[in-house]
């Protein structure tokens, strides 16, 4: 079936749920591949760090995993800079919006801040404030957020440490974004 409409306004209830169904099948087989690729992206190029962000992103969730975070965490962790290659000045915010839809709204939270909560780490020496994370101290996901970078992320540049694969987060991957997405006239 093709549409017949050149205007969504002029689609009929049928084609329209057509459209959607079209959609979501899409999604389905393909959202995950694409997030996926997303983070292969960040192979290669260290930027002067120790390893390169894809190591880095597997550091932290292999991190995250081994404390027994739940499993959102977990993606969160994987996940939190997947939108460095294409938006490295607001990457925080780009990996929580992809991932919204289906993570819960601590785990959200966390990735959309965890740029400045990591900023505690180093900011300093850079000449910045190192408490820029202060402005949120009333969040309930405050403290879940500084251990998110204390315990996860800033530590997670070594090449040496033993670090879990791929392979055993794609089915947490996978079990995160089968959920029904919020969003799209479900909110």
């Not at 997947?82 to 929580?96: F, K, M, R, W």
């Not at 740029?115 to 820029?132: A, C, E, I, P, T």
């Amino acid at each position: 079936m093709q549409v017949q409409f050149t205007r969504m306004e002029d689609g009929t209830s049928e084609e329209l749920e057509y459209i959607v169904a079209q959609a979501q099948a899409y999604k389905q087989a393909h959202l995950v591949d694409s997030v996926l690729a997303l983070l292969d992206a960040m192979k290669g190029e260290t930027l002067g760090y120790r390893v390169d962000r894809y190591e880095h992103s597997l550091q932290t969730a292999t991190r995250a995993h081994r404390e027994g975070a739940r499993v959102d965490l977990v993606v969160g962790a994987l996940l939190h800079d997947v939108g460095d290659t294409i938006a490295p000045d607001n990457h925080s915010e780009l990996a929580a919006t992809i991932l919204s839809p289906y993570l819960d709204a601590e785990t959200t939270w966390v990735v959309r801040h965890h740029g400045v909560f990591q900023g505690y780490h180093y900011w300093d020496k850079l000449g910045l404030d190192r408490n820029s994370r202060d402005k949120y101290r009333d969040s309930p996901y405050f403290d879940t957020a500084a251990h998110f970078c204390a315990a996860w992320d800033q530590t997670a540049f070594d090449p040496s440490y033993d670090t879990l694969p791929l392979e055993f987060f794609e089915p947490m991957v996978r079990e995160v974004f089968a959920r029904p997405a919020t969003g799209f006239g479900t909110d």
